[in-house]
């Protein structure tokens, strides 16, 4: 696949555990798995509401894939048969676009920002 734009949900708590670190290696779910979990921006609203739903001080890294090591992003088969980006390392944080802190609305859902889309 060549989506240049991926996404991934961090919890605050995660992300400050790397703050003085160049790489990123995910959450307690993510080591236990063996790869950080992507999503595109077509993916990550659902992503957020099945893993985070409800969940506070939530961010959002959006990743540049074409700044990764090519041979540690692979594309599997996830929900409902589609292929999601898994990242099988720590992930660079140069690749690293934006940074994005996900507030919930009233009802309990994260409120996202414009994502880029697949190939921009």
Known sequence: MENRWIYHLSRQIDWLSSETANTYSGSKEDRIDGYLHFSTAKQVIESAKKH????????????????????????????????????????DKAAIARVIKLPLDEEGKHIFPELKEESS
């Open 52 to 91: 985070r739903k409800g969940e506070l001080d939530l961010l959002l890294l959006e990743v540049d894939a074409k700044k990764l090591h090519h041979s540690d992003l692979r594309w599997e088969p996830a929900r409902r048969g589609e292929l999601f980006p898994h990242l099988y390392g720590a992930l």
